[in-house]
């Protein structure tokens, strides 16, 4: 079992909750499903409205549609490009350490910087992100969060832009090493766009999702192959 008495002495609520049988989960999944329902109420809010999701899901549509009739996602112009990632959004800079320390020093005391990894969700990319989390966590005295795109969009992706706006996004993306066509047709071998432009047109979509919700938001873009290899040049920029 897990020690959460650390939490415990540092004030923080802690629930036990002990169950009989394996089959118990069941029950667990409703009566937390029953106390959200009941949480919204009291809340005010619906939670069986999704709109921050819609708002996310109506640019990607929008991006898609711009891929399909020009054949090339509009990604915009970066800011700058040092060492082999592309600084999109955030303030004029003139190195990639400078662009990151001038969007990071936005954090107030009740900020947090959350992380939305549009990369491939290996060991080594997993390991290297964690590795950029905790820096900024110690270095800036702000909670992060890690989350691998697209996935998160349908969890944390609501609270990123219907929260009070503490929220700094850092949205990390990449030139894909491996990608897959999607068939227009089942059967058919004909495709007009591959996984990869549609999670980058998810990625862009939410991007615009948040900058319209008022949120402070920077993307990397890396170019290399070895994605794990380029988000540790990100750390040494900041270390």
Not at 14 to 30: K, Y
Not at 34 to 55: C, I, K, M, R, Y
Not at 170 to 196: K, N, W, Y
Not at 202 to 226: K, M
């Amino acid at each position: 079992m897990p020690d959460l008495s650390r939490l415990g002495e540092a004030g923080h609520p802690v629930i036990r909750i002990f169950l009989d049988d394996v089959h118990d989960i069941g029950a667990q999944f409703f009566l937390w499903e029953f106390a959200t329902a009941v949480a919204g109420h009291v809340l005010s809010l619906n939670p069986f409205d999704q709109p921050d999701v819609e708002a996310t899901k109506s640019h990607t549509r929008a991006a898609v549609d711009a891929f399909l009739r020009t054949g090339r996602l509009q990604t915009g112009e970066p800011l700058l490009t040092d060492q082999g990632i592309s600084v999109f959004g955030g303030m004029e800079a003139p190195t990639l350490r400078d662009a990151l320390i001038a969007f990071l020093l936005k954090a107030r005391e009740d900020s947090y910087v959350s992380f939305q990894a549009y990369l491939p969700p290996e060991p080594p990319v997993r390991k290297a992100l964690d590795g950029l989390r905790i820096l900024v966590r110690d270095r800036y005295r702000v909670a992060t969060t890690l989350g691998f795109g697209p996935r998160f969009l349908h969890s944390t992706g609501q609270l990123h832009k219907g929260d009070a706006g503490q929220g700094l996004f850092v949205q990390i993306t990449c030139t894909d090493p491996r990608d897959l066509a999607i068939p227009d047709e089942p059967g058919h071998d004909r495709s007009t766009m591959s996984f990869g432009v549609l999670k980058a047109a998810q990625a862009i979509g939410d991007a615009q999702a948040l900058t319209a919700s008022g949120r402070r938001i920077v993307r990397l873009h890396i170019h290399g192959p070895d994605i794990a290899a380029s988000i540790d040049t990100i750390v040494r920029a900041l270390a």
